[in-house]
């Protein structure tokens, strides 16, 4: 029986603190779901075909794992997948009161979950797609942030803004 986690998020745009946690994931569990949320509440200037394609652009290779995308409730799309283990990144003690309320609810509505909580690599702990956005739009350079190929997705997605 392997061992599988379930990493959920917007990914909009994958990071490379996101990638980070992915290959620490991977060190742990034998596969990894990277669970792209639709959830059409939210605000994302990337479609979610346009963040599973990044996703899979910089995950190529990578046997482990599996990029896919739920809609409603996390805890729902754990079970339909026979998941009980939740990854979510830690960069700053600000993230833990909402990742601790997350975590008890997802608990409450399904108690064979855990949520295990990662600290990214510390060049990442302040890295996040709301930055890296930002940052695009008034078209700084992004090297340091996001790979090659979604550094060109968002400069395409940013073009003539600024």
């Not at 799309?77 to 009161?97: C, F, N, P, Q």
């Not at 302040?126 to 992004?142: C, K």
């Amino acid at each position: 029986m392997s061992r599988l986690a379930v990493y959920p998020g917007s990914f909009d745009p994958v990071t490379r603190g996101h990638l980070d946690l992915i290959v620490r994931t991977c060190r742990l569990f034998d596969r990894v779901i990277v669970a792209v949320s639709n959830n059409p509440s939210k605000k994302h200037i990337f479609s979610v075909n346009d963040r599973i394609r990044m996703l899979d652009d910089n995950l190529k290779g990578n046997k482990q794992v599996e990029v896919d995308t739920f809609s409603g409730l996390l805890v729902d799309y754990l079970h339909a997948r026979k998941a009980h283990v939740i990854i979510r990144g830690l960069r700053a003690v600000s993230d833990m009161d909402y990742e601790f309320q997350m975590a008890s609810m997802n608990r409450s509505l399904y108690p064979d979950v855990e949520t295990v909580f990662l600290m990214p690599d510390e060049r990442y702990t302040y890295l996040s797609s709301s930055m890296v956005r930002e940052v695009a739009r008034m078209g700084a350079t992004l090297d340091a942030f996001v790979t090659p190929s979604v550094r060109q997705t968002l400069k395409r997605k940013y073009k003539g803004q600024g």
